[in-house]
């Protein structure tokens, strides 16, 4: 079996079977996987969506595509639809969106604050645009978390790495009474 390291902004989808190991924080990751193809995608997308229209012809590959949670998602359908899938029969799952700095002082030139609710609710929303089967998530919270993806069975094994963003920044923070 091979193994994949999914960096942000990276997608991948299986041809033969792989583990595929990522970390995310405000990111997501969207698995989508088909029982019978024994085939799965999985993307780490950074930031929700960019404002551009996927072609209903053909397929629009956008520059950045791994980076939005949206054109990754389209990419991801389109292999899929490709291979003649019906898409009811896609599993997806969903995971990450951490709110990971939602301690910093909120300010209206810092778009990193909520980006992990922001990154939520673009992928819920492209996920219930395709009428998709969402079959199992762990998204939102303080936590960052690592994902393997098994693209041959579908199984997620998912460990919450961290419980704040300081622990993440690797800032030690002490509690004054």
């Known amino acids: 079996m091979h193994t994949i390291r ?15 190991h990522t970390i995310l924080g405000s990111c997501v990751s ?19 969506t960019r404002g551009c229209a996927h072609a ?25 639809d490709q291979k003649g899938t019906p898409r009811q029969e896609l599993e997806v799952k969903l995971f990450g969106g951490a709110m990971m700095f939602n301690n ?17 609710d673009t992928a ?10 969402l079959t199992a998530s762990d998204v939102g919270g303080p936590w960052a978390r690592q994902i393997l993806f098994y693209t041959e069975t579908g199984e997620i094994k998912l460990k919450r790495v961290r419980t704040s963003a300081s622990e ?4 030690e923070v002490e509690k004054y009474a």
Do not use: W
Not at 168 to 171: D, F, R, V
């Open 56 to 80: 209903v012809c053909g397929l629009k590959v956008c520059r950045e595509l791994g980076d939005y949670v949206s054109c990754s998602v389209e990419f991801m359908l389109a292999y899929f």
């Open 6 to 20: 999914l960096d942000p902004g990276e997608l991948f989808i299986s041809t033969v079977p792989a583990e595929v």
């Open 124 to 133: 819920m929303e492209v996920i219930r645009a395709n009428h998709l089967h």
């Open 168 to 171: 993440l920044m690797g800032l």
């Open 104 to 120: 910093l002082p909120s300010t209206m030139e810092n778009p990193v604050l909520g980006m992990g609710k922001r990154n939520i």
């Open 30 to 48: 969207i698995v989508i996987y088909h029982p019978r193809l024994k085939q799965g995608a999985i993307c780490h997308g950074r930031k929700p």
